[in-house]
């Protein structure tokens, strides 16, 4: 086989597991291979410039980077919905439908109204060729960079698909895939997202398509447009799309009658919360795409089709009682404890509360009757209180000033919602949290012991930070409660075996604020060991590829604090990784070192990500912007003229990709 049909047959390879996986969801080789196979078409693609094709899959890990996103026209407008909210609304509904078509048989199809951000696509030959928001339906944002990297849009169709078409459907996050979005951010110290929805739409906005690549985004497709497509109902277009490679839920109905359509509509207000993803309604389509056309379009919506909104999932309850939760940062969250309500299936006890302005904006109240409501957070959110419950005797909510864990007095910094308790050395809440994170999973991921040991140890005296924990005896573990002769020896052992655990997870272990585990990855390649990073200035971290000013001003802070350096020092001597292992420095060298690099544009050879990587491997660094210290600009094809100019003003000299792989080659 030659070179150019080992690169055909590795994408279509590809191409098909991907379906397999993302759109069927029944993937037939484990994550290894299938990351094995996408490295082999990399490298060939990489050495082979001449067969790029803008569908191969290896464009799925994004890259790209995209200013201002195009505004463009739809070329066939993307309409509303007219809601309903009864049975007798969807009967009214029918009653027009016929008095406009006469007396002929009308079928419905029912489909789930998808919460996300409403998504047009141009498949021109099998390919995508344009993904398209639809802003004000008119014209919308070309964002065709970040949907490409959305796994289960096909990037070449499959099976009998006509030429030209547009396909509608709804960019959506699950709410597992949300949930894990959030778990990592409140890991890095960062605000969880609001809801998917939002999450969703505000993706597709990015700029860099590699950060969109990492979220969990799906594509929900429901509506083809276009001429001579030979369909000839909505349940045949679901069909027909599925049969091209477009994920189409199955959940989809064809209905004879309202009464049909009420049957399935009060079957999926019940059951959508056992759903992966979140649904606001079902939508009411006119089966026959010749009926459609006789029924046509109000100023805003179909005549032919109809959203049935479910009830919003809301609660009133009373407010017992307003706690406040210190988490490992020192960070302040209120939250309502409630009388115990049924909500979206589940018991709901707790609401979160935010922050002080958002008790203040609500003005909640101890006692007050409030709404509480359930989107795809992690905990329900109060969203209104209802005033005419209101006792009499009612005093407004004041936040408190001191922490509940320590009593120290609670500080709020200019432009922060959250407050703190600055004690962070002394609150035991915080002390006892930063334990429980440096032995979880993702960190030290110390075997034999949780949550509760830490409380429990802290609390008989034994540990006060987590260096301490190597020091714990098996006779010291013993005699705590709950404990046998066996779990003290896997807890002592856990924490010996923990001293393998590589410098990067070392680094997320210790709990600097807004150092999540990729944070923690970039710092440890570009400074190799924990030293290198400690001497390093907040100018030097901002130079940091994705390292910004918040993320560097905490690492120095950290790092300035005496007690941090103490407790370093003893983690050292206990053996613990705080540099990088020989193999990790292995595929890395001193070439570049001292130079400062500023990859814009787009490259043939290497993706931005590759060439970035191999710039930190060969000790360069990678800087987001130009500035008089830049060493040079690798620039690609379509670098900003802006850019150019800056360089050119600065004396920074500007360098191919071909000259970069020779300096690198030298
Ligand atoms: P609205 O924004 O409330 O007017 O509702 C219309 C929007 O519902 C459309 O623009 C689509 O983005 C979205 N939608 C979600 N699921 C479907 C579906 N199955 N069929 C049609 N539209 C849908
Ligand atoms: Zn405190």
Known sequence: MDIQQKIIALREELNEHNYKYYVLDQPSISDYEFDMKLKELQQLEAQHPEFYDPASPTIRVGGMVTKNFDTV???????????????EDLEDWEKRIQRILGDVEVEFTCELKYDGASISLTYEEGKLVRAVTRGDGFQGDDVTTNIKTIRSVPLQLKGDYPPKFDIRGEIILTLEGFAKMNQERLEAGEDPYMNPRNTASGSLKLQDSALVAQRPLECLLYSITGSNLGISSQFEVLEKARSWGFKVPTVAKLCKSTAEVMQFVEHWDTNRHHLPYETDGVVVKVNSIQQQEELGYTAKSPRWA???????EQASTVLNEITYQVGRTGAITPVANLQPVLLAGTTVKRASLHNADQIAKLDVRVGDTVFVEKGGEIIPKIIAVDFTKRPADSKP???????????????RKEGEAQHFCPNDTGCPTQITGRIQHFISRKAMDIEGMGSETVELLFKQGLIANYADLYTLTKEQVVPLERMADKSAE???????ASKAIPFERVLFALGIRYVGETVAKKLAKAYKNIDALMAASQEELVAVDEIGERIAESVVNFFSEP??????????????????????LENQTDKLKGQIFVVSGVFETVSR????????????????????????????????????IKAESLGVPIISEQEFLQKLHA
């Open 73 to 87: 026209a739809h070329e066939h407008r993307m309409y509303s919905l007219d809601n309903s909210y009864s049975k």
């Open 306 to 312: 109809m959203a049935y909104k479910f009830q919003a």
């Open 397 to 411: 909510t004041e936040y408190i000033t001191h922490c509940p864990e320590c009593a120290t007095e609670l500080i």
């Open 490 to 496: 896997n807890l002592v052992n856990g924490v010996a």
């Open 563 to 584: 007690t941090n350096l103490e407790i370093i020092d003893r983690l050292k001597s206990y053996g613990l990784q705080f540099s990088l292992s020989e193999e990790q």
């Open 609 to 644: 990500d590759e060439l970035k990587k191999l710039i930190e491997d060969n000790g360069g660094k990678v800087a987001s912007s130009i500035s008089s210290k830049t060493s040079f600009v690798v620039a690609g094809d379509s670098m900003g003229p802006s850019k150019r």
